[in-house]
């Protein structure tokens, strides 16, 4: 029922930027912390940026700090990313992640979009 759909990625020059978008459908009462992850050929995917449902409190990976910014709008249920000076070795298929609790007392579940590829070139 849960679907995470990203969208905005694409091919773009070094330097340049982009915003990426993951909606969230489905029944969704209570959405907690959401995040973006990203995964290289031949690497692991690794945490890009995360934050929290209420608070606001961010975390970034070091390599991305001071160059992406991490948003989300509850109403809309959706998360965004503003890369900007994007470098080459951004270069990835960028993954929306949501933890989600169906009832109040429930545990949260973590949800998976289906990715988005951005490629930087030189």
């Known amino acids: 029922q849960v679907q995470l759909v990203e969208s905005g990625g694409g091919l773009v020059q070094a330097g340049a930027s982009l915003r990426l978008s993951c909606v969230v459908s489905?029944?969704?009462?209570?959405?907690?912390?959401m995040g973006w992850y990203r995964q290289a050929p031949g690497n692991q995917r690794e945490l890009v940026a995360r934050?929290?449902?209420?608070?606001?409190?961010?975390n970034y990976a070091d390599s991305v700090k001071g160059r992406f910014t991490i948003s989300r709008d509850n109403a809309k249920k959706a998360l965004y990313l503003q890369m900007n000076s994007l470098k080459p070795e951004d270069t990835a298929v960028y993954f929306c992640?949501?933890?989600?609790?169906?009832?109040?007392?429930?545990?949260?579940?973590?949800?998976w979009g289906q990715g988005t590829q951005v490629t930087v070139s030189s």
């Open positions: 992640n949501a933890d989600i609790r169906a009832t109040y007392l429930s545990i949260s579940q973590a949800y």
């Open positions: 934050i929290s449902s209420v608070v606001g409190i961010t």
């Open positions: 489905g029944s969704t009462r209570y959405i907690d912390d």
